[in-house]
């Protein structure tokens, strides 16, 4: 079975630090990854996705995150984070098995609050 | 692309009455989603469709909860009778089964008094 791990409840940086958001999954074969924000009252939006290739990925927003198969691993970072990335931010993944199908499965959701 | 449209955006409701919600996915996904959020219990996953047959309904919390898909563009989650403890917000989800992420909709908030 499939399964993702957001140690965090909340991180809190200032602006214009690094931002960090960790996530570490399992699964029994290789993983399709992502990340997704929600901002209040909204639905959760595609930041971005790792599938193959590159174990750096870049998404919307000035975000990235890196795949790191040893550690099990696809933090979530930005180099110098807004105020306006203040959200609920989500891991998720999807097993690349059959049966598996096509669900993804989500993290419990780290809350950022980046402060002035 | 009008993107994953649900309907109502807000809901409230007397307790024992049925409730149904709505979602229609992106035109050309062939998979749906139904997701339920609360503080306690986070993001839940409740069914989901491909090429609207149910794959999986195993979070669906009890028989009071049911979900159809007449049609590749139509679902819906009806909830009778509903209880104070369903207010959540319900998400609806589509992709195409060869692409990963998902695309939601902007969600209906249930409240049941």
């Known amino acids: 079975a499939q399964s993702v791990a957001q140690p965090e409840d909340q991180v809190n940086v200032a602006e214009g630090n690094p931002l960090t958001v960790k996530c570490t999954y399992s699964?029994?074969?290789?993983?399709?990854l992502f990340w997704y924000v929600q901002y209040p009252n909204r639905g959760l939006q595609f930041l971005l996705k790792?599938?193959?290739?590159?174990?750096l990925v870049k998404g919307s927003y000035g975000f990235e995150a890196e795949f790191n198969k040893s550690q099990t691993s696809f933090h979530l970072k930005k180099p110098s984070a807004l105020v306006s990335d203040s959200a609920l931010y989500f891991c998720?993944?999807?097993?690349?098995?059959?049966?598996?199908?096509?669900?993804?499965?989500f993290g419990g959701g780290t809350r950022v609050l980046v402060k002035p | 692309d009008a993107g994953v449209i649900q309907s109502p955006r807000h809901e409230v409701t007397e307790m024992g009455q049925e409730v149904t919600l709505r979602c229609k996915p992106i035109?050309?996904?062939?998979?749906l989603f139904w997701y339920r959020q609360t503080m306690m219990r986070g993001l839940e996953l409740l069914i989901y469709?491909?090429?609207?047959?149910?794959?999986?309904d195993s979070g669906m919390p009890e028989d009071r909860f049911s979900a159809k898909m007449p049609n590749a563009s139509f679902s819906t989650l009806k909830i009778q009778p509903s209880e104070p403890r369903d207010s959540a917000v319900y998400f609806c989800?589509?992709?195409?089964?060869?692409?990963?992420?998902?695309?939601f909709g902007s969600g209906t908030r249930l409240t049941v008094v």
């Open positions: 989800a589509s992709n195409h089964q060869r692409v990963g992420g998902y695309t």
């Open positions: 998720a993944v999807r097993e690349l098995i059959k049966a598996a199908g096509n669900k993804l499965t």
């Open positions: 469709f491909n090429n609207n047959v149910p794959i999986d």
């Open positions: 790792y599938i193959t290739g590159d174990n």
């Open positions: 035109s050309g996904h062939n998979s």
């Open positions: 699964v029994s074969g290789n993983p399709y």
